[in-house]
């Protein structure tokens, strides 16, 4: 009897673009004040980042927000406090950050990025939110990229390697727009 080994085969996984929702705002302000008080003191700063910071931009459902700390040892050791809220570090294999999601489980709603203060100015994610908010053109590009991306793939990785080549297109103007140099949108 040949036994051989049976390919293993996953449903494909739906990618979910939306258009954009009024309500995303007021439940990213909620999740940085939930997150915030799980522990004072601790964030210099806390913003709404993603798709889903920009006005009309089509985006996944899942409110990003980055916040900003002196040290990432200073979240890392008092993670319980924010898995009481549901969030769960990630490994992202991306250097000088910490991520979390929430819920641990499908679907997602929300992702968490820490970072150091010294390189929140220049944080990629920070810089191209506002170049959408100030170039209409541009978050337009990107959302028709998304929905048609959506449609297509139904792969999350290959539905966000399909993006790169326009997120670094327009991550590149961002950062000449204020003298920075051009470096890779995704982390090493």
Not at 36 to 59: C, N, Q
Request: charged content about 25%; glycine content about 4%.
């Amino acid at each position: 009897m040949n036994v051989g080994i049976l390919p293993v085969t996953c449903p494909p996984v739906t990618i979910e673009v939306r258009e954009y929702d009024p309500s995303w705002p007021e439940l990213a302000a909620s999740v940085c004040a939930e997150v915030d008080a799980a522990l004072p003191g601790v964030f210099l700063a806390i913003e709404h980042i993603g798709s889903t910071s920009v006005p009309g931009l089509a985006a996944k459902p899942i409110i990003d927000i980055m916040a900003a700390v002196t040290s990432l040892e200073q979240v890392a050791s008092r993670e319980a406090a924010l898995a009481a809220l549901g969030f769960e570090r990630f490994e992202t294999g991306m250097s000088n950050r910490l991520f979390y999601r929430r819920p641990v489980t499908e679907p997602r709603t929300h992702h968490l990025h820490v970072v150091t203060t010294d390189t929140w100015n220049t944080r990629n994610e920070r810089i191209l939110r506002d170049y959408l908010l100030a170039h209409p053109d541009a978050a337009e590009r990107y959302g028709a990229l998304k929905k048609t991306l959506a449609d297509d793939v139904d792969d999350p990785d290959t539905y966000t390697r399909a993006k790169t080549d326009l997120i670094q297109e327009l991550v590149d103007a961002a950062r000449a727009e204020r003298g920075l140099p051009s470096v890779p949108v995704w982390e090493a």
